[in-house]
């Protein structure tokens, strides 16, 4: 099976509460999407674990061909070799996501304007928008 994901991760202040966004489709129609607040973070965090949680399922799915299309320009060349990862706390990230994609046949990932990435990026504001509310909701 070959899936086309589109991730995204994002946060309210860099660090500040994080949340990530996957879109998985097959084709033109779509098989999956997850969002989801993840803690406390920084944009680079929830971006490598959006592309975590978005490869964990393509092997759930049983993907052999994997593409993956996101708007972090760093985390896409961190992955593709062209740039080191030298932030100790995204170093582990990395590494599991180089495991992850050792499960795949193959495996691609391209940077892409935010434009194109609208429905993951929606679904990292729709969680943030909420944890916002819930935040004033308890106040």
Do not use: W
Request: glycine content about 8%; aromatic content about 4%.
């Amino acid at each position: 099976m070959k899936l086309q994901i589109f991730t995204d991760g994002g946060c309210s202040g860099n660090p500040g509460p994080a949340a990530i966004g996957v879109v998985i489709k097959d084709g033109a129609k779509t098989v999956k999407t997850l969002s989801r607040a993840i803690g406390q973070g920084t944009n680079n965090i929830a971006e490598y674990t959006a592309l975590i949680v978005a490869l964990q399922e393509a092997l759930i799915l049983k993907a052999d061909d994997v593409s993956v299309k996101a708007d972090s320009e760093l985390m896409v060349k961190q992955v593709a070799g062209s740039y080191a990862v030298k932030h100790e706390n995204i170093k582990p990230l990395f590494e599991q996501v180089k495991h992850l994609i050792t499960g795949f046949k193959s495996f691609q990932i391209t940077h892409v304007p935010r434009e194109e990435n609208a429905e993951a990026d929606a679904l990292v504001r729709q969680v943030l928008k909420k944890a916002s509310q819930g935040d004033r909701a308890d106040a």
